[in-house]
């Protein structure tokens, strides 16, 4: 999985730190500066691992000397009881990143593993499971990176790399032939998609030139009318009020992709501990 670029891990990083250290670890000053500490790192649950690009910038802020070896990588499935990774250097360093690092490890492992979930709910259907921007804010990109590891793939990072024409914006516009025609004369490169309510409304989507159709809140039976009716002539993505019990069915009427918030949204994050040797 190809993380963010360092300069955007650099910054949500920097930004992390500066949070919880403010003006100095007043904690860890009282322990001598040339004390060195090994440690290592134990998951507590079932998951999906993700977040190293995170920890390792933490401990490399907050100064040279360091060492962290990992045994395992992002998007490896981890047990209870499994270690993680090892660290050695400066105490002072270790115990001042140690919450900084273990958020970021516990937030993205828990969006890896809510979306492994997703995905594995719909083994074999051939549907593609896509995140949203419901994410938290401030950690944009390292939660879709997270997604990925999870083994679901990502919508669109943001308003600036796709179009997806919602209820409000056919309102302002006249229409979704209107918004549409607008959308392919001024971001032609751009995926353009239109959220929909109704079959009625799906048929315009695709007659004007859209290249997905976002099926909003559809019935099961309507689903599977997209599917048979549209499919392979526009692309459709199920969303709305899906969740773990209810994907499969989804999945299974014909359509290609199921958007799911909860991934993003709803973390549970996972229970890493750093334990001293």
């Not at 250097?89 to 970021?104: V, W, Y």
């Not at 796709?162 to 209820?167: D, P, Q, T, V």
């Not at 009716?229 to 773990?244: D, F, M, P, T, W």
């Amino acid at each position: 999985m190809q993380p963010p670029a360092i300069q955007d891990v650099a910054v949500d990083v920097k930004r992390a730190l500066k949070e919880d250290l403010g003006a100095g670890d007043c904690t860890a000053s009282l322990i001598p500066q040339r004390n060195s500490l090994r440690t290592r790192v134990i998951c507590r649950d079932t998951a999906v691992l993700s977040g190293q690009p995170w920890f390792d910038e933490t401990f490399r802020q907050l100064g040279t000397g360091v060492a962290i070896t990992w045994l395992a990588n992002d998007g490896d499935p981890i047990t209870p009881g499994q270690e993680i990774c090892r660290i050695e250097g400066p105490a002072r360093a270790i115990l001042s990143g140690e919450r900084t690092a273990l958020n970021f490890l516990q937030t993205l492992s828990g969006t890896a593993t809510a979306a492994r979930r997703y995905t594995d709910a719909v083994a074999d259907t051939g549907v593609i499971i896509l995140d949203t921007r419901k994410t938290i804010p401030g950690l944009r990109l390292a939660q879709k990176y997270a997604v990925r590891c999870g083994g679901a793939s990502n919508h669109r990072i943001g308003l600036f790399d796709a179009i997806l024409i919602k209820e409000n914006h056919i309102a302002a516009a006249g229409s979704i032939t209107a918004a549409v025609s607008e959308a392919l004369r001024l971001h032609p490169d751009l995926l353009l998609e239109v959220e929909v309510e109704n079959l009625d409304q799906l048929k315009e989507a695709q007659s004007a030139g859209a290249q997905r159709a976002l099926l909003d809140n559809f019935s099961l039976d309507d689903l599977k009318k997209a599917a048979s009716q549209y499919k392979g002539r526009i692309g459709l993505e199920a969303s709305g009020g899906i969740n773990l019990d209810t994907i499969r069915a989804v999945a299974e009427t014909g359509i290609d992709f199921i958007s799911a918030g909860d991934i993003t949204k709803n973390v549970d994050s996972v229970d890493f501990s750093m334990r001293f040797v």
